[in-house]
């Protein structure tokens, strides 16, 4: 059987990152990482990278994030709940249906594969790790912070549906 292992927010050991929790908006830390992989690019020449294709899977990576975006946030309009990822313990509802089935935070997939195209059409593979950077502070500063308190909302309901679904993919 499968045992829901969340990490809990107090297992950060460093204060900073504590008090940084649900405190920048994941837009920001998407725009500060795609500005990291714009100056990688110009400053860091080794890592360039081409490929037949690259443009038409930056297209493709750009798409799902777009339909993967729509659809969660037409989810938390259609549900009436909040999508201000700041204060998570203002959630009414808990979306598991639609694009929530496949993946608990599927807006921040959306802005990983804009990121992952924004890395393609930059052609540095360098740019990967600075994704990956994305996800790890993702992680940290707002999903579990999130899931803590989603848990204590909803209870059990959530920590199956912790069980079911995947964190991002």
């Known amino acids: 059987m499968k045992r829901l292992n969340l990490v809990k927010s107090s297992n950060f050991r460093?204060?900073?990152f504590q008090s940084m929790q649900l405190r920048i908006p994941p837009v920001l830390i998407f725009l500060f990482s795609a500005?990291?992989?714009?100056?990688l690019g110009i400053f860091l020449q080794v890592g360039y990278f081409d490929f037949f294709?690259?443009?038409y899977l930056?297209?493709?990576l750009l798409a799902l994030a777009f339909?993967?975006?729509v659809a969660a946030l037409w989810q938390f309009y259609r549900a009436r709940t909040t999508i201000d990822p700041r204060e998570p313990d203002r959630t009414e509802v808990l979306e598991t249906k639609g694009v929530y089935s496949f993946s608990r935070n599927p807006m921040y997939l959306a802005l990983l594969l804009v990121l992952l195209a924004w890395g393609?059409?930059?052609g540095n593979a360098f740019n990967t790790i600075l994704a990956a950077g994305f996800v790890s502070v993702m992680n940290r500063l707002q999903i579990i912070p999130e899931e803590t308190i989603l848990l204590k909302k909803f209870g059990k309901i959530y920590g199956q549906y912790c069980l079911r679904v995947r964190r991002w993919f």
Request: glycine share 10%.
């Open 58 to 60: 930056m297209a493709v």
């Open 120 to 122: 393609l059409w930059l």
């Open 53 to 55: 294709g690259r443009f």
């Open 35 to 39: 500005l990291c992989m714009y100056l």
């Open 67 to 69: 339909l993967i975006g």
């Open 14 to 16: 460093i204060p900073y």
